[in-house]
């Protein structure tokens, strides 16, 4: 049994590296997880740019899949697991028992964003070896079928994506304007579809990008290094706006945007991770001076086994193919350079997989 394993961590705001720690043991309910295989989100360049505040020597990562190496004893008694099963794990590990689990806003359990633990109030997912606590809840068996990456992705991407869709109360055949298409609203792009939108309107400059937003489903993109977005959706809904709209990015800007492109009655979604500024600002005519009917709905990545297992079903049922969002691999050693790349999005970065050897 390893004693030491390898980390790659926050040492402070603006610096990571790599770290040994020992292998975490699991309490009575938890688990113990060998990685396998590991995505780098953005989440994790606005973590270290300071966007939660300073961390010290905290382990980062919260996108991962392995084998249970360890289960606690109660965890083990379930019976639903056992020592070597491949299994997932969702960026947001909630206990399911308190108050706000219990009033349906697990990912907020606890407290606003207490969901999220991995890299924010525990050790993440990039190291040997990772931590899940309330392991009956958490660990999402990996179907035969379905690779260790294609996994990867419902930890966050997917769900994430899914999300903005599902809160996005796209009406079947109504309009949807996704701001950004990354990796979180190339999955919004895929959701709106499996929701029935008629109209999907892609906002998005890089080429890339643009053409897997196409692959992904848009039917239209609005380059908005070329033309005002809000402009060209107004013109592409007969001045009307859209049904829907989701924030996919974290910036004022798009978000500002989002809502003066919404119709009377729509919705605003947003899944963005707003890392910096002191407030996200509402255009007040646009908002109808606060009396427009336009609904705002914000969503931390769900959680659960259950979320976790319909998301695989998705792929397995060939209903999306999350594989074109990676767009490079690292062994696990080079993570810091995949991180480096993550922050300039350089060489047409989308996401990083990153091997961990057996």
Same mark, same amino acid.
């Given at each position: 049994?390893?004693?030491?394993?390898? %980390?790659?961590? @926050?040492?402070?705001? /603006?610096? #990571? $590296?790599?770290?040994?720690?020992?292998? =975490?043991?699991? !309490?009575?309910?938890?688990?113990?997880?060998?990685?396998?295989?590991?995505?780098?989100?953005?989440?994790?360049?606005?973590?270290?740019?300071?966007?939660?505040?300073?961390?010290?020597?905290?382990?980062?990562?919260?996108?991962?899949?392995?084998?249970?190496?360890?289960?606690?004893?109660?965890?083990?008694?379930?019976?639903?697991?056992?020592?070597?099963?491949?299994?997932?794990?969702?960026?947001?590990?909630?206990?399911?028992?308190?108050?706000?689990?219990?009033?349906?806003?697990?990912?907020?359990?606890?407290?606003?964003?207490?969901?999220?633990?991995?890299?924010?109030?525990?050790?993440?997912?990039?190291?040997?070896?990772?931590?899940?606590?309330?392991?009956?809840?958490?660990?999402?068996?990996?179907?035969?079928?379905?690779?260790?990456?294609?996994?990867?992705? %419902?930890?966050? @991407?997917?769900?994430? /994506?899914? #999300? $903005?869709?599902?809160?996005?109360?796209? =009406?079947?055949? !109504?309009?949807?304007?996704?701001?950004?298409?990354?990796?979180?609203?190339?999955?919004?792009?895929?959701?709106?579809?499996?929701?029935?939108?008629?109209?999907?309107?892609?906002?998005?400059?890089?080429?890339?990008?643009?053409?897997?937003?196409?692959?992904?489903?848009?039917?239209?993109?609005?380059?908005?290094?070329?033309?005002?977005?809000?402009?060209?959706?107004?013109?592409?809904?007969?001045?009307?706006?859209?049904?829907?709209?989701?924030?996919?990015?974290?910036?004022?800007?798009?978000?500002?945007?989002?809502?003066?492109?919404?119709?009377?009655?729509?919705?605003?979604?947003?899944?963005?991770?707003?890392?910096?500024?002191?407030?996200?600002?509402?255009?007040?005519?646009?908002?109808?001076?606060?009396?427009?009917?336009?609904?705002?709905?914000?969503?931390? %990545?769900?959680?659960?086994?259950?979320?976790?297992?319909?998301?695989?079903?998705?792929?397995?049922?060939?209903?999306?193919?999350?594989?074109?969002?990676?767009?490079?691999?690292?062994?696990?050693?080079?993570?810091?350079?995949?991180?480096?790349?993550?922050?300039?999005?350089?060489?047409?970065?989308?996401?990083?997989?990153?091997?961990?050897?057996?």
């Amino acid at each position: 049994m390893p004693e030491i394993m390898k %980390c790659f961590v @926050m040492h402070g705001i /603006g610096k #990571v $590296g790599m770290l040994e720690k020992p292998v =975490p043991r699991p !309490g009575p309910i938890d688990a113990v997880i060998r990685t396998t295989a590991a995505l780098v989100c953005t989440s994790d360049v606005h973590t270290v740019g300071g966007a939660i505040g300073d961390r010290r020597n905290l382990t980062l990562g919260h996108e991962a899949v392995g084998v249970i190496h360890e289960l606690g004893e109660f965890a083990a008694a379930s019976g639903l697991f056992k020592i070597g099963q491949r299994v997932a794990v969702n960026a947001i590990t909630p206990c399911y028992a308190c108050e706000n689990c219990q009033r349906g806003f697990p990912s907020q359990c606890g407290e606003m964003l207490g969901g999220w633990k991995f890299a924010n109030v525990k050790d993440g997912s990039f190291a040997e070896y990772f931590h899940v606590n309330n392991a009956v809840a958490n660990l999402a068996p990996i179907p035969d079928g379905l690779t260790d990456e294609q996994a990867a992705y %419902c930890c966050d @991407m997917l769900s994430t /994506g899914f #999300v $903005g869709a599902e809160h996005a109360n796209i =009406p079947i055949g !109504g309009s949807v304007a996704i701001f950004s298409q990354g990796p979180v609203g190339l999955m919004a792009t895929v959701g709106a579809r499996l929701r029935g939108a008629g109209l999907v309107i892609g906002v998005e400059s890089m080429p890339n990008r643009i053409a897997l937003a196409k692959k992904y489903g848009c039917d239209v993109i609005v380059d908005f290094s070329k033309e005002d977005p809000v402009e060209a959706i107004l013109k592409l809904t007969g001045g009307k706006g859209v049904d829907s709209a989701i924030e996919a990015l974290g910036s004022a800007k798009t978000f500002a945007a989002c809502v003066s492109a919404t119709r009377p009655g729509g919705t605003i979604s947003n899944t963005g991770y707003h890392g910096d500024g002191d407030g996200v600002p509402i255009p007040r005519e646009a908002w109808g001076v606060g009396m427009g009917d336009k609904t705002i709905r914000t969503a931390l %990545c769900p959680g659960g086994s259950e979320r976790m297992g319909r998301l695989m079903r998705l792929i397995q049922a060939g209903r999306v193919d999350p594989l074109a969002l990676t767009t490079h691999r690292f062994p696990f050693h080079e993570i810091e350079k995949a991180f480096r790349m993550m922050q300039t999005k350089e060489d047409g970065m989308i996401k990083p997989l990153i091997s961990f050897s057996k």
